[in-house]
Every structure is written in structure tokens, then in C-alpha cells.
T-cell receptor, first 111, second 113 residues
Framework: NAGVTQTPKFQVLKTGQSMTLQCAQD?????MSWYRQDPGMGLRLIHY???????DQGEVPNGYNVSRSTTEDFPLRLLSAAPSQTSVYFC??????????FGAGTRLSVL | QQQVKQSPQSLIVQKGGISIINCAYE??????FPWYQQFPGKGPALLIA?????SEKKEGRFTISFNKSAKQFSLHIMDSQPGDSATYFC????????????FGGGTRLMVKP
């Protein structure tokens, strides 16, 4: 099993560009989520999904969009990248919300 | 405003010593408290977790102590080893937020040989 796979591993964007961070899991988990990790801030929840077709906002959703058309995939879209979105992004999945298996992360820089 | 406050931000311990990381929370809707371990370049991984009806849980060298009245919980790493050097995050689950986790700010632990 691959677990939780995130692509790309690294990305550099210019301010105003859009892009999609990909996340796929092969564990048939209902719960999926996106976090951003910033120094001293821990991991902050951006969006989450409790099943295909269902998404909800987390603590810091502004500037990000998600969709969940299948159980396996949960892409995160940056609509118009800003320097404040420079961060490390982690996707996670779980059978329930409290046990989360994390991907290896995407390191994003917005210039 | 972080709902889960973690301290210290960094910690240096000698090999064989005890590492102690503390977390405090205010939200009484939290009902599950896991700890995650993260090595550089990797995603966090679940280490150990506790529910508020238990005051202590031990798994090998790792122990969580939980004080419900004080709304505090801590991770103790006994006989700390250089391989334990990592960033540790406490977290709490809220039944009012889709059962999702809120994380503390993290503690970078270095165990000196």
C-alpha cells in the first residue's frame, strides 16, 4: 500500500498564479483533510471531508478550495496564490477524524 | 489564537534523560488527545493517544499524563535516545468540529548522545 501520496513535493509559484496540490490515499478512508504547517504554529486545518461529496471548512480556509468526487482523491486548489500561502502542506486520511495518516508534504513557496 | 498551547518550543535532553512536553487547552468539547511525532522531511505520525476518562497511558518509553480539571496533558519520554530527536505535536479532537484535530505549536526535541 502506498498510504497517502502527495504531489508535487516542491512547488514555486508567482503571486496570483493558481495551482492544485494533489492528494490520494489507497486505504479506503472516509476522512481526509488538508493542513498547513508554519513555524511555531503547528498544523492548522484548512479543509476536511468526511466522505465523497462532502467537504467543510477548517480553521484557515480562505484562499483555498477543495472537492471530493471520489473516496481516494482530495485535491487542494489555490485560487490566486499569495506570499502568505508559503508553507508546507500536509494531506491526511483516517477511518475517523481522530486518527490521521499523513502524507510526506508539499513545500510551497509563493514569490 | 491557538486553542491548544504547547511548551516548550524546543528542548535539549541528554541521552538517558526524561523529556517532558506540556500542553494546555480551554475547549471543553475536546474529547481525545493524541501526540504526533514528526521527523525532518516527513509527515507527522501518531505516537500515543489518551481519552479524558484516563489519567495516564503508557506505551513503552512514552507516557501521557492527563489532568482533566486543569485541562492539561503532557508527554513523558523515559530513557530518551538520540533516535527520539524529532518535533512532537500534541493535538485535541473536537466533537463540535467534525471530529477533526486541533494541533499545538510543536516542540523540537534534541537528544544529545
Amino acid at each position: 500500500n502506498a498510504g497517502v501520496t502527495q504531489t508535487p513535493k516542491f512547488q514555486v509559484l508567482k503571486t496570483g498564479q493558481s495551482m492544485t496540490l494533489q492528494c490520494a490515499q489507497d486505504m479506503n478512508h472516509e476522512y481526509m483533510s488538508w493542513y498547513r504547517q508554519d513555524p511555531g504554529m503547528g498544523l492548522r486545518l484548512i479543509h476536511y471531508s468526511v466522505g465523497a461529496g462532502i467537504t467543510d471548512q477548517g480553521e484557515v480556509p480562505n484562499g483555498y478550495n477543495v472537492s471530493r468526487s471520489t473516496t481516494e482523491d482530495f485535491p487542494l486548489r489555490l485560487l490566486s496564490a499569495a506570499p502568505s500561502q508559503t508553507s508546507v502542506y500536509f494531506c491526511a486520511s483516517g477511518i475517523t477524524g481522530n486518527i490521521q495518516y499523513f502524507g510526506a508534504g508539499t513545500r510551497l513557496s509563493v514569490l | 489564537q491557538q486553542q491548544v498551547k504547547q511548551s516548550p518550543q524546543s528542548l535539549i535532553v541528554q541521552k538517558g534523560g526524561i523529556s517532558i512536553i506540556n500542553c494546555a487547552y480551554e475547549n471543553t468539547a475536546f474529547d481525545y488527545f493524541p501526540w504526533y511525532q514528526q521527523f525532518p522531511g516527513k509527515g507527522p505520525a501518531l505516537l500515543i493517544a489518551i481519552r479524558p476518562d484516563v489519567s495516564e497511558k503508557k506505551e513503552g518509553r512514552f507516557t501521557i499524563s492527563f489532568n482533566k480539571s486543569a485541562k492539561q496533558f503532557s508527554l513523558h519520554i523515559m530513557d530518551s535516545q538520540p533516535g527520539d530527536s524529532a518535533t512532537y505535536f500534541c493535538a485535541a479532537r473536537s466533537i463540535n468540529a467534525g471530529n477533526m484535530l486541533t494541533f499545538g505549536g510543536g516542540t523540537r526535541l534534541m537528544v544529545k548522545p
